[in-house]
């Protein structure tokens, strides 16, 4: 009887705490600056999720390092559901391939909650180059191989690789510089301290349409409806150069299942309201808001597939 009186405890104690969650503020950690585009995602989501929950939803930045700081500030804190992570390309799926070690194991250490939202790269370059295309910009750089320099927005970043993508393909050499976020990417670009970049389409399109950039290719098999004058890589003929920035949330491995489909079920109700949708959009994300089986099948496909890049290209983190 007593065993059967202390079995009934410990589900009555576990479905009130599930239904107690959460039970304090919510730190949720962006592996990248203010201002960002998963900083913008994460506090659009952050948001919603403290309407609907009833509890602060916190925004945190912690950068650095590709956004490996972050993600193992998460993967080390206890597994509540207290401490999320708005993580994409590099953290979460690449980071592994690139880095020689690496504090934490995304794979072990991460629980998918949601795939919250893709959008495409643009290769931008300086108008001083004066060049026509997205042609006439390979021939330059093989012409001059290691002269021009290209900006991404970290280690691992879908701006980083998908350059290393298109030299693998085309046989480039460049030389990366890499930034945190893309604020300053672009502000150094603006100064003429680079001279290409892939980066998600509104970061850039106003000095596109200023005429202090030049766009060549967006990295989708259709164009863009933000950018509808550039053609898209499967136009060029390259179709295995589309490539997609992207974000997840993403909790502790441990994280109660309980938790975790309640995050999952709330984000998916959030994301696809339509001012999430209209807010996205304007910095240029499509929703995505899926299962967390869903955002580990994609994990796991962006993982085998940059793998494959980081060993044909050699690239590294530097």
Not at 141 to 164: C, F, I, N, Q, W
């Amino acid at each position: 009887m007593r065993l059967a009186a202390l079995l009934v405890f410990a589900f009555l104690t576990g479905t009130v705490c599930a239904q107690a969650y959460p039970s304090k503020a919510v730190r949720v950690v962006v592996p990248y600056p203010a201002g960002s585009t998963p900083d913008t995602i994460a506090r659009t989501l952050a948001e919603r999720l403290q309407n609907a929950l009833g509890q602060p939803f916190i925004v945190e930045n912690r950068s650095g390092a590709g956004g490996n700081i972050g993600a193992e500030a998460v993967a080390r804190a206890p597994a509540d559901g207290h401490t999320l992570l708005v993580g994409g390309n590099g953290p979460v799926a690449i980071n592994k391939h690139l880095y020689k070690r690496l504090a934490y194991d995304p794979e072990r250490d991460l629980a998918p909650i949601s795939l919250l939202a893709t959008a495409p790269q643009l290769l931008v370059v300086r108008p001083q180059l004066k060049l026509a295309g997205f042609k006439e910009f390979v021939e330059h750089v093989r012409r001059a191989p290691d002269k021009l320099s290209y900006a991404s927005v970290g280690a691992g970043s879908a701006s980083h690789l998908t350059m290393e993508l298109l030299k693998s393909n085309a046989q480039l050499a460049l030389l990366h510089v890499p930034y945190r976020g893309f604020p300053p990417a672009v502000t150094d670009m603006l100064a003429g301290n680079v001279d290409a970049m892939f980066a998600i389409i509104p970061a850039v399109l106003p000095h596109i349409r200023a005429g202090k950039m030049a766009p060549l290719a967006v990295t989708a098999l259709q164009r863009s409806p933000l950018a509808p004058e550039v053609p898209s890589v499967a136009e060029l003929g390259l179709p295995q150069l589309e490539s997609l920035a992207w974000n997840g949330l993403l909790a502790p491995t441990g994280t109660p299942p309980d938790v975790i489909a309640r995050l999952s079920a709330e984000t998916a109700k959030g994301m696809r309201d339509p001012q999430t949708r209209e807010a996205l959009a304007r910095v240029g994300f499509d929703v995505v808001a899926g299962t967390p089986e869903e955002l580990a099948r994609w994990i796991r496909l962006e993982s085998e597939k940059w793998a494959r890049v980081i060993r044909a290209s050699g690239a590294t983190a530097d």
